[in-house]
Protein backbone atom coordinates (compact mmCIF):
# COMPACT_ATOMS: atom_id res chain seq x y z
CA UNK A 1 0.00 0.00 0.00
CA UNK A 2 2.90 2.68 1.12
CA UNK A 3 4.71 1.66 -2.55
CA UNK A 4 1.25 2.32 -4.23
CA UNK A 5 0.73 5.26 -2.47
CA UNK A 6 4.51 6.82 -2.99
CA UNK A 7 3.64 5.73 -6.88
CA UNK A 8 0.98 8.10 -7.16
CA UNK A 9 2.44 11.46 -5.58
CA UNK A 10 5.32 10.74 -7.90
CA UNK A 11 3.25 10.61 -11.03
CA UNK A 12 1.40 13.49 -9.37
CA UNK A 13 4.49 15.26 -9.01
CA UNK A 14 5.77 14.56 -12.65
CA UNK A 15 2.64 15.62 -14.43
CA UNK A 16 2.58 18.77 -12.18
CA UNK A 17 6.37 19.49 -13.38
CA UNK A 18 5.37 18.41 -17.10
CA UNK A 19 2.37 21.11 -16.98
CA UNK A 20 3.77 23.70 -15.27
CA UNK A 21 7.25 23.55 -17.78
CA UNK A 22 4.83 23.37 -20.79
CA UNK A 23 3.63 26.90 -19.35
CA UNK A 24 6.33 28.25 -19.63
CA UNK A 25 7.61 27.28 -22.74
CA UNK A 26 3.44 28.88 -23.78
CA UNK A 27 4.28 31.92 -22.01
CA UNK A 28 7.27 32.26 -23.79
CA UNK A 29 7.00 32.05 -26.87
CA UNK A 30 3.44 34.40 -26.43
CA UNK A 31 6.31 36.92 -25.28
CA UNK A 32 8.19 36.60 -28.58
CA UNK A 33 4.55 36.88 -30.40
CA UNK A 34 3.62 39.78 -28.75
CA UNK A 35 7.54 41.42 -29.70
CA UNK A 36 7.03 40.38 -33.50
CA UNK A 37 3.81 42.23 -33.62
CA UNK A 38 5.36 44.76 -32.17
CA UNK A 39 8.08 44.89 -34.78
CA UNK A 40 5.64 44.17 -37.63
CA UNK A 41 4.12 47.83 -36.91
CA UNK A 42 7.40 49.37 -36.10
CA UNK A 43 8.66 47.92 -39.89
CA UNK A 44 4.86 49.12 -41.14
CA UNK A 45 5.94 52.52 -39.94
CA UNK A 46 9.31 52.66 -41.48
CA UNK A 47 7.75 51.26 -45.01
CA UNK A 48 5.69 54.51 -44.56
CA UNK A 49 8.18 56.51 -44.14
CA UNK A 50 10.15 57.26 -47.86
CA UNK A 51 6.30 57.65 -49.27
CA UNK A 52 6.05 60.84 -46.76
CA UNK A 53 9.22 61.97 -47.33
CA UNK A 54 9.39 62.11 -51.07
CA UNK A 55 5.36 63.86 -50.44
CA UNK A 56 6.74 66.36 -48.62
CA UNK A 57 9.94 67.29 -50.60
CA UNK A 58 7.61 68.03 -53.67
CA UNK A 59 5.88 70.99 -51.31
CA UNK A 60 8.46 72.00 -49.39
CA UNK A 61 12.32 72.11 -51.05
CA UNK A 62 13.72 74.42 -48.63
CA UNK A 63 12.85 71.85 -45.31
CA UNK A 64 15.64 69.15 -46.15
CA UNK A 65 16.74 69.53 -42.66
CA UNK A 66 13.77 68.35 -41.27
CA UNK A 67 13.64 65.32 -44.19
CA UNK A 68 16.81 64.50 -43.27
CA UNK A 69 16.31 64.27 -39.44
CA UNK A 70 13.59 61.90 -40.37
CA UNK A 71 15.66 59.72 -42.57
CA UNK A 72 18.30 59.61 -40.38
CA UNK A 73 15.98 58.25 -37.30
CA UNK A 74 14.38 55.73 -39.86
CA UNK A 75 17.89 54.48 -40.30
CA UNK A 76 18.57 54.44 -36.51
CA UNK A 77 15.68 52.14 -36.28
CA UNK A 78 17.27 49.48 -39.14
CA UNK A 79 20.34 50.08 -37.17
CA UNK A 80 18.80 49.27 -33.92
CA UNK A 81 20.27 46.27 -31.91
CA UNK A 82 17.80 43.28 -31.04
CA UNK A 83 16.72 44.71 -27.48
CA UNK A 84 12.89 45.50 -27.72
CA UNK A 85 13.72 48.63 -25.67
CA UNK A 86 16.59 50.01 -28.15
CA UNK A 87 14.23 49.41 -30.60
CA UNK A 88 11.83 51.36 -29.22
CA UNK A 89 14.30 54.17 -28.45
CA UNK A 90 15.14 54.51 -31.74
CA UNK A 91 11.03 54.67 -32.61
CA UNK A 92 10.71 57.43 -30.44
CA UNK A 93 13.04 59.43 -32.42
CA UNK A 94 11.59 58.90 -35.19
CA UNK A 95 8.19 60.13 -33.76
CA UNK A 96 9.85 63.06 -32.89
CA UNK A 97 11.17 63.68 -36.40
CA UNK A 98 7.58 62.98 -37.54
CA UNK A 99 6.18 65.40 -35.42
CA UNK A 100 8.74 68.23 -37.00
CA UNK A 101 7.30 67.02 -40.48
CA UNK A 102 3.58 67.36 -39.28
CA UNK A 103 4.22 70.46 -38.43
CA UNK A 104 5.73 71.53 -41.25
CA UNK A 105 2.34 70.64 -43.08
CA UNK A 106 0.69 74.24 -41.17
CA UNK A 107 3.59 76.32 -42.88
CA UNK A 108 2.32 74.77 -46.07
CA UNK A 109 -1.43 75.09 -46.78
CA UNK A 110 -0.98 72.86 -50.35
CA UNK A 111 0.46 70.25 -48.44
CA UNK A 112 -1.78 69.84 -46.03
CA UNK A 113 -4.66 69.40 -48.65
CA UNK A 114 -2.22 67.13 -50.67
CA UNK A 115 -4.37 63.05 -50.96
CA UNK A 116 -1.46 61.29 -50.86
CA UNK A 117 0.08 63.26 -47.60
CA UNK A 118 -3.50 63.00 -45.86
CA UNK A 119 -3.46 59.60 -46.54
CA UNK A 120 0.22 58.88 -45.18
CA UNK A 121 -0.56 60.98 -42.28
CA UNK A 122 -3.61 58.68 -41.63
CA UNK A 123 -1.77 55.49 -42.23
CA UNK A 124 0.94 56.46 -40.09
CA UNK A 125 -1.69 57.69 -37.13
CA UNK A 126 -3.48 54.50 -37.51
CA UNK A 127 0.54 52.42 -37.07
CA UNK A 128 1.06 54.66 -33.62
CA UNK A 129 -2.32 53.96 -32.24
CA UNK A 130 -1.21 49.83 -33.10
CA UNK A 131 2.11 50.21 -31.63
CA UNK A 132 0.94 51.49 -28.45
CA UNK A 133 -1.58 48.50 -28.42
CA UNK A 134 0.81 45.92 -29.26
CA UNK A 135 3.01 47.65 -26.52
CA UNK A 136 0.29 47.19 -24.24
CA UNK A 137 -0.05 43.67 -24.60
CA UNK A 138 3.59 42.74 -24.78
CA UNK A 139 4.06 44.22 -21.27
CA UNK A 140 0.71 42.47 -20.00
CA UNK A 141 2.07 39.34 -21.62
CA UNK A 142 5.91 39.90 -19.77
CA UNK A 143 4.19 40.47 -16.18
CA UNK A 144 2.35 36.69 -16.78
CA UNK A 145 5.65 35.72 -17.65
CA UNK A 146 7.76 37.29 -14.64
CA UNK A 147 4.79 36.34 -12.09
CA UNK A 148 5.20 32.88 -13.21
CA UNK A 149 8.88 32.98 -13.32
CA UNK A 150 8.57 35.04 -9.73
CA UNK A 151 5.79 32.50 -7.99
CA UNK A 152 6.22 29.11 -6.05
CA UNK A 153 5.97 26.60 -7.38
CA UNK A 154 6.71 27.73 -10.71
CA UNK A 155 9.78 29.46 -9.66
CA UNK A 156 11.64 26.33 -9.01
CA UNK A 157 11.21 25.12 -12.59
CA UNK A 158 11.91 28.45 -13.64
CA UNK A 159 15.32 28.50 -11.74
CA UNK A 160 16.11 24.57 -12.97
CA UNK A 161 15.97 25.76 -16.78
CA UNK A 162 16.84 29.12 -16.18
CA UNK A 163 14.02 31.00 -17.65
CA UNK A 164 14.40 34.31 -16.42
CA UNK A 165 12.54 37.61 -16.28
CA UNK A 166 11.72 39.91 -18.85
CA UNK A 167 12.13 43.44 -19.18
CA UNK A 168 9.15 45.50 -20.03
CA UNK A 169 9.15 48.58 -21.95
CA UNK A 170 9.10 51.64 -21.07
CA UNK A 171 8.32 55.23 -22.20
CA UNK A 172 11.44 57.80 -22.28
CA UNK A 173 11.50 60.68 -19.88
CA UNK A 174 10.81 63.09 -22.79
CA UNK A 175 7.49 61.06 -23.25
CA UNK A 176 6.36 61.68 -19.46
CA UNK A 177 7.07 65.82 -20.23
CA UNK A 178 3.32 66.89 -20.04
CA UNK A 179 3.02 68.93 -23.64
CA UNK A 180 2.40 72.89 -22.94
CA UNK A 181 -0.88 74.42 -24.43
CA UNK A 182 -0.80 78.14 -25.27
CA UNK A 183 -4.01 80.32 -26.58
Not at 52 to 79: C, M, P, W, Y
Not at 124 to 132: G, Q, R
Request: with cysteine; hydrophobic share 40%; charged share 20%.
Amino acid sequence: MFFLIAFAVIIILVILYIGTYNAFIKNRNRVEETWAQIDVQLKRRCDLIPNLVETVKGFARHEQDTLEKVIAARNSIIAAGNSPQQQLEANNQLTGALRSVFALSESYPELKANDSFVELQHELSTTENKVAYSRQLYNSTVMNWNNRVESFPSNIIANLHHFKKQEMLSIADTERETPSVKF
